[in-house]
T-cell receptor
Framework: AQSVAQPEDQVNVAEGNPLTVKCTYS??????LFWYVQYPNRGLQFLLK??????LVKGSYGFEAEFNKSQTSFHLKKPSALVSDSALYFC??????????????FGTGTRLQVTL | ETGVTQTPRHLVMGMTNKKSLKCEQH?????MYWYKQSAKKPLELMFV???????ENNSVPSRFSPECPNSSHLFLHLHTLQPEDSALYLC????????????????FGPGTRLTVL
């Protein structure tokens, strides 16, 4: 079975400061990892994904995520937060090679609040 | 968000009503999905269609009935719903489908906010 944990319900950060939204995962095989963002009254927007290769993945809006296999983590980061980054962030995982229909499993989401 | 559209954006219905949610994707994808998003819970995958064939049905109650007439359109027919069915219903699409070794990315619509009275 695969699972995702987002240990923080909410992260607060001041504009201009770096931000980190945490995600840990569990899969039996090779992980395929995603971050999505959801703004109020909107659907999920794809930010970035990791399949293989460089552990640091760059995505939309200046976000990046670091894959750490030994810690089974895929934390989302941004060097300088903006008020407009305030939203709900979801981490998701698939086991790339297991099963006949490989599902995408989502975390419960982390609300990011960026203040002036 | 024009790649995947959903109508209506908001729906209020009584428990005895019948209504339908519509999803349309303009991305040329072959797979479409229905998810349920409830507060404080992970997204729940409900149904998956690949090339208009249902490939996943996650033990969803029969009061939810999906229909995929072609690869661009997906419907969710609702009847005799319960108040606990109130949620945001999200449609998504992807190029290939949730198959082994697929490196698909799912793209989501804006959702339909459903309230069951």
């Amino acid at each position: 079975a695969q699972s995702v944990a987002q240990p923080e319900d909410q992260v607060n950060v001041a504009e201009g400061n770096p931000l980190t939204v945490k995600c840990t995962y569990s899969v039996s095989g090779n992980p395929y990892l995603f971050w999505y963002v959801q703004y109020p009254n909107r659907g999920l927007q794809f930010l970035l994904k990791y399949i293989t290769g460089d552990n640091l993945v760059k995505g939309s809006y200046g976000f990046e995520a670091e894959f750490n296999k030994s810690q089974t983590s895929f934390h989302l980061k941004k060097p300088s937060a903006l008020v407009s980054d305030s939203a709900l962030y979801f981490c998701a995982v698939r086991d790339l090679y297991t099963g006949t229909a490989s599902k995408l499993t989502f975390g419960t989401g982390t609300r990011l609040q960026v203040t002036l | 968000e024009t790649g995947v559209t959903q109508t209506p954006r908001h729906l209020v219905m009584g428990m005895t009503n019948k209504k339908s949610l519509k999803c349309e994707q303009h991305l040329g994808h072959n797979a479409m999905y229905w998810y349920k998003q409830s507060a404080k819970k992970p997204l729940e995958l409900m149904f998956v269609y690949s090339l208009e064939e249902r490939v996943e049905n996650n033990s969803v109650p029969s009061r939810f009935s999906p229909e995929c007439p072609n690869s661009s359109h997906l419907f969710l027919h609702l009847h005799t719903l319960q108040p606990e069915d109130s949620a945001l219903y999200l449609c998504a699409s992807s190029q290939e489908g949730p198959f082994v070794a697929s490196t698909d990315t799912q793209y989501f619509g804006p959702g339909t906010r459903l309230t069951v009275l």
